[in-house]
């Protein structure tokens, strides 16, 4: 295979399954031949999609477990502060002593690099690194040639409460996505011609799959609100869109082996209301026999309702209203410079090259709330993205702990079977299952949870025969990370086509450079897909 040129095109966000309806009816002619003339895979991501690092994992080629992070949500034991940090690991490609070219893939660490010429987070959905070019000068000559990311305002747009907004948020994610294809053409066929390896990512999937899926999801509780058919047809938009990406990439390197992939699926969003809010909220009531989370009368609707936003409603805002002001939080992650220093330094066990990623507060999320309240709690709610994520207040760990280590299995037992007890709003299980950490608690990683709940469904309620109901809530986001694979074609000389199962995410990167004929110099968790099964 050695010297074979390489395009990798990422599609972050991309779910296959509606992919494959809409090639069946013809609306996606590239992609389709695409999948034709390849060797195509679905990919099992695992439990590690739940980290929400699905790109770092790309990256790096690293498993959560072999680079020691467990969700981008860090947790000081010594101070019970919390923080978002982005990525600091070298990528995979540094094995690769050929020539590289990237742009805008989330979590690629550039700068980490010395034969890697691009640039990064240029309109990435969460870019988890700061924005960066190689050589320096190239995101000053991007901008100056193309403008700045047009859908910057929507990459994290909540807009299923407003037709209007949702229709100004297809329509900038499409401009988006156009001039994506324009840069990339320009970059790896214009401004840097002699690459072995070419690498771009979409991200206007991953933005409006998580705004739109309800719009193309008859069963999604919200399929039939105002929004729904300009949040179906967007995504739609997006998809064509992205099916034309793909064919003009092709038709401008028509001699390269070519590697299309997404990381996972994407389906409905079950996680955002009972992570965000109802979790928290949960454990608070149950240590502390009192409600914090006031419920807003018009959100209390009847059986097999559910809450809604009104057009100009802001969901972050409209929880945070439903909390009594003397619950401010009471330790806040200041943004400031000094004291986001203090804190990557402050717990730096298990970070390769800790100190060089970007740190984020978490302030705005509900789950931030209960704070001040965690150090007098026996288990408490940290933020998550996805499932629910508790951390016991383990004495010696945590600064102020109240579970003693021989009640720490009991303790995981009282709480497995109180969630057990939980019913959502349709009087169903909230929990689908439960994940718990099996080694040593005082090892715990400060990316990791000493529980895990996998939610069964979109909880928008939540009810416990002790300590009442909580909620309902509106929804947030109407989509998430909950389709069950990814999916990957791979085409070029020597490679023969056909559908060949399902494998690991974590294969996608030795496949790469698999097919640069380039031996790894460091250890990657996943094979070639083109090794034997």
């Known amino acids: 295979m050695a010297g074979r040129k390489v395009l990798v095109i990422g599609l972050d966000g991309y779910e296959q399954s509606l992919g494959n309806r809409m090639m069946q009816s013809g609306e996606l002619p590239a992609l389709s031949e695409l999948r034709r003339k390849s060797s195509c895979w679905l990919l099992d991501h695992g439990s590690a999609t739940r980290t929400g690092l699905a790109w770092e994992h790309f990256s790096t080629g690293l498993s959560p477990r072999d680079a020691e992070r467990y969700s981008a949500v860090y947790f000081n034991?010594?101070?019970?502060?919390?923080?978002?940090?982005?990525?600091?690991?070298?990528p995979f490609i540094d094995a690769f002593a050929g020539k590289t070219v990237v742009f805008d893939p989330p979590y690629f660490n550039?700068?980490?690099?010395?034969?890697?010429r691009g640039m990064v987070n240029w309109g990435a959905h969460d870019p988890g690194i700061s924005t960066s070019s190689q050589p320096a000068g190239l995101q000053a000559e991007i901008e100056e040639k193309f403008g700045p990311y047009p859908a910057k305002d929507w990459i994290y747009g909540i807009t299923w409460q407003s037709a209007e907004k949702t229709g100004l948020m297809r329509d900038t994610l499409l401009a988006g996505i156009r001039k994506?294809?324009?840069?990339?053409?320009?970059?790896?066929?214009?401004?840097?011609?002699?690459?072995?390896?070419?690498?771009?990512v979409i991200g206007e999937l991953h933005?409006?799959?998580e705004g739109f899926w309800h719009g193309i999801d008859p069963e999604h509780p919200l399929h039939h609100h105002p929004s729904a058919n300009m949040a179906g047809e967007g995504?739609?938009?997006?998809?064509?869109?992205?099916?034309?990406?793909v064919q003009n990439m092709m038709q401008a390197f028509p001699e390269v082996t070519l590697v299309v992939f997404s990381m996972g699926g994407m389906g409905p969003n079950n996680a955002d209301v009972p992570a965000m809010v109802l979790l928290p909220e949960l454990l608070y009531r149950r240590s502390f026999g009192r409600p914090l989370l006031q419920q807003r009368s018009d959100w209390s609707v009847n059986s097999g309702e559910i809450p809604l936003l009104k057009s100009n409603e802001n969901w972050s805002r409209a929880v945070r209203d439903q909390y009594p002001g003397s619950a401010e939080v009471k330790h806040r992650v200041n943004s400031g410079k000094g004291l986001l220093q203090r804190l990557r330094d402050a717990f730096s066990k298990g970070k390769p090259q800790a100190g060089k990623a970007f740190v984020l507060n978490m302030n705005w999320m509900p789950a931030m709330?209960?704070?001040?309240?965690?150090p007098g709690m026996e288990a408490f709610a940290l933020p998550s993205f996805y499932d629910g994520r508790i951390r016991i207040n383990l004495a010696g760990r945590e600064k102020e702990g109240k579970v003693s280590l021989q009640e720490y299995g009991n303790c995981i037992e009282r709480l497995q079977q109180f969630f057990l007890e939980c019913r959502n709003q349709d009087n169903n299980p909230v929990v689908e299952k439960f994940e718990c950490y099996e080694g040593d608690p005082f090892d715990l990683h400060p990316t990791g949870a000493d529980l895990v709940i996998v939610w069964s469904s979109a909880a928008l309620a939540i009810e416990h025969p002790d300590v009442g109901r909580i909620g309902p809530l509106p929804y947030r986001r109407t989509g998430g990370h909950t389709g069950p694979y990814g999916v990957a074609y791979v085409t070029g000389p020597g490679i023969a086509p056909g559908e060949k199962g399902v494998r690991s995410s974590f294969d996608i990167a030795p496949t790469i450079l698999h097919l640069l004929d380039s031996d790894s110099r460091i250890k990657l968790s996943g094979r070639s897909l083109l090794s034997l099964p």
């Open 77 to 90: 034991p010594d101070n019970y502060h919390v923080w978002q940090e982005g990525t600091s690991i070298t």
């Open 110 to 116: 550039l700068q980490s690099l010395q034969n890697v």
């Open 180 to 200: 994506r294809e324009e840069i990339s053409c320009w970059l790896l066929k214009e401004r840097i011609t002699d690459w072995d390896l070419g690498m771009v």
């Open 207 to 209: 933005s409006a799959t």
């Open 235 to 245: 995504l739609k938009e997006i998809y064509r869109a992205t099916d034309r990406f």
């Open 369 to 374: 709330r209960y704070a001040f309240a965690w």
